[in-house]
């Protein structure tokens, strides 16, 4: 038995690493941003005790300005964003996203 979904579903994800691999190796431009949504009480979800309370069960961020120490992994990206001008360090395992999108390319993709 063939797995479309199980395939379709991996290769939605390769692009989000491509993209992602992109923003870090050439930054941001042309007024592209990436709002990505993932459920923050995910397994392989790690941020601090006081946003997993703020945001229990979904939490969308925004990729635009401000974000630093952008890494790819295999499993998860980690990054750094700006909450109340408190840098936090985000660990957002891929199996935890389920949509991402950039308003400005008008490009998006629910996962």
């Given at each position: 038995?063939?797995?479309?979904?199980?395939?379709?579903?991996?290769?939605?994800?390769?692009?989000?690493?491509?993209?992602?691999?992109?923003?870090r190796?050439?930054?941001?431009?042309?007024?592209?941003?990436?709002?990505?949504?993932?459920?923050?009480?995910?397994?392989?979800?790690?941020?601090?005790?006081?946003?997993?309370?703020?945001?229990?069960?979904?939490?969308?961020?925004?990729i635009q300005?401000e974000?630093?120490?952008?890494?790819?992994?295999?499993?998860?990206?980690?990054?750094v964003?700006?909450?109340?001008?408190?840098k936090?360090?985000?660990?957002?395992?891929?199996?935890?996203?389920?949509?991402?999108?950039?308003?400005?390319?008008?490009f998006g993709?629910?996962?």
């Amino acid at each position: 038995m063939i797995e479309y979904q199980k395939i379709l579903d991996s290769n939605i994800l390769n692009v989000l690493k491509e993209i992602l691999k992109n923003i870090r190796d050439k930054g941001l431009s042309n007024n592209n941003h990436l709002y990505i949504t993932f459920f923050t009480n995910h397994k392989n979800v790690e941020l601090p005790n006081w946003l997993k309370q703020k945001y229990p069960e979904e939490m969308t961020i925004v990729i635009q300005y401000e974000f630093y120490d952008l890494e790819v992994f295999k499993d998860y990206f980690s990054i750094v964003l700006s909450f109340n001008n408190l840098k936090t360090k985000l660990k957002i395992g891929f199996d935890s996203i389920n949509s991402f999108a950039d308003p400005s390319a008008n490009f998006g993709l629910q996962l």
